[in-house]
């Protein structure tokens, strides 16, 4: 079958199936065109809490399908291609926090939603990309946190807090693979560019940005922005929407080795699969979801900017 059949099919499965296609940003352009809601980590949290849908078919990586499986536990998540991960979530262990925790007593643990679902277990609260800020102001009391598993998360979130933020030496390979330099090139190749950050990449990176975005701010961002050319630092993916809703701008990845091959794995087909053979189910074993739950709740109580 070729692409628009594929699609076509996905529609009829989706509507029969009575599920809902969630995909990410950085997803393969041919899917994000037939989703019914592409987003961000706390988007798509927060779409897949509120779905009447009884299947979730979750175009990302396994964290995120597990996060939809901790705030539905009553549906059915799919993740069309199992082995779609988080070279960053699998930097962190429970074991390895448990121990960190007990070398840090009291100290609160904010962690990224991209971890694994026993490690959001052993936190006190979640955060994403775009509000981790938010989320570390609302630990008040304290003036010490541990931040998980992103170490360029915790140092741009330290920029904004007094509190002493200790993080975990994790880190996402494609974005911390943006220096300084790479960004001077691609800005001295097109002065008038704003360059927009995601908050994964490195400090020096972050120094020069213009604005600092999760996915979804960038593609807020960009639609009401006057400016018409932007340099990207994220990954590649999302420069197909950013095209999409913007065809009179500009849009230059800052660095074109930027593409997560996880966010890739999934095709058309394999969607198809998923939902005729209703698999693979992610599902999150209900002592750890329960605790899980807890951590991913509070950070959903709190307002949207
Ligand atoms: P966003 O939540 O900003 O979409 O980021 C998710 C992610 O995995 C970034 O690498
Ligand atoms: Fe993980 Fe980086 Fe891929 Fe995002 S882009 S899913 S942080 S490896």
């Not at 997560?260 to 189910?281: E, R």
Request: aromatic share 6%; proline share 5%.
């Amino acid at each position: 079958m070729g692409i628009k059949e594929l699609q076509k099919e996905i529609k009829k499965l989706l509507k029969e199936k009575n599920a809902i296609l969630l995909v990410h940003n950085y997803q393969r352009p041919e899917i994000q065109d037939i989703a019914d809601l592409t987003g961000d980590s706390l988007g798509l949290s927060i779409e897949a809490s509120k779905t009447k849908a009884e299947i979730i078919v979750f175009c990302g990586v396994h964290f995120m399908a597990e996060t939809a499986s901790i705030v539905c536990p009553d549906k059915t998540v799919l993740l069309p291609v199992i082995s779609a991960g988080c070279p960053m979530a699998d930097m962190i262990t429970t074991q390895s926090l448990v121990k960190k925790k007990r070398d840090l007593p009291g100290v609160p643990v904010v962690s990224y939603v991209n971890s694994p679902a026993s490690v959001k277990a052993e936190s006190d609260i979640c955060c994403t990309s775009a509000n981790a800020i938010q989320v570390v102001k609302s630990l008040g009391d304290y003036d010490t946190i541990l931040m998980t598993p992103d170490r360029n998360l915790a140092l741009y979130t330290q920029r904004y807090t007094d509190k002493k933020v200790v993080y975990w030496e994790g880190f996402c390979p494609y974005h911390d693979r943006l220096t300084a330099k790479q960004v001077r090139k691609v800005k001295n190749d097109h002065p008038k560019a704003l360059f927009l950050a995601h908050p994964e990449c490195r400090p020096e990176a972050i120094d020069l940005a213009d604005e600092v975005k999760s996915t979804s701010g960038m593609l807020d961002y960009v639609r009401k922005a006057k400016h018409t050319e932007f340099i990207i630092g994220t990954e590649t993916g999302i420069i197909h929407t950013l095209k999409t809703q913007n065809p009179d701008k500009v849009f230059i990845p800052a660095d074109e080795k930027m593409i997560c091959i996880d966010m890739k794995k999934i095709n058309l087909t394999d969607i198809v699969n998923a939902l005729l053979y209703i698999s693979p189910v992610i599902k999150v074993a209900e002592d750890i979801r329960v605790r899980a739950m807890r951590a991913v709740e509070r950070m959903l109580a709190l307002p949207r900017d």
